[in-house]
C-alpha cells in the first residue's frame, strides 16, 4: 500500500478509540509509525480516515476488506510464533 498523494509506502494505521498505551507492542508500533491515532470519538456513519502518510500527513480511507489489507499474509503459511 502506499500512499495516494506522496507514493509513500511508509503508512500508519489509524486507531481508533482507547488503544493500551502500555502495551508494548502498541508502544513499539507507535513509536515506527505503523499506527497512529485518530481519536477517541468514533462517529457511526461517517468514513473516517483509516491510513494516515508518515512522510506528508495525508489521510485517506481504506475499506476493511480492501485486498491491500491483506498483503501481510500472502506467501507465508500461518504460523503461530508466540
Ligand atoms: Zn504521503
Given at each position: ?7 509513500s ?12 498505551f ?29 491510513r ?31
Amino acid at each position: 500500500m502506499k500512499c495516494p498523494q506522496c507514493g509513500s509506502d511508509w503508512i500508519a494505521e489509524i486507531l481508533y478509540g482507547f488503544p493500551d498505551f502500555n502495551n508494548e507492542q502498541f508502544q513499539q508500533d507507535h513509536a515506527s509509525g505503523k499506527i497512529a491515532l485518530g481519536g477517541c470519538v468514533v462517529m457511526e456513519g461517517v468514513e473516517q480516515p483509516t491510513r494516515r502518510c508518515n512522510d506528508c500527513n495525508h489521510e485517506w480511507y481504506v475499506a476493511a476488506d480492501s485486498p491491500d489489507s491483506s498483503d501481510s499474509q500472502a506467501g507465508s503459511p500461518p504460523m503461530q510464533s508466540k
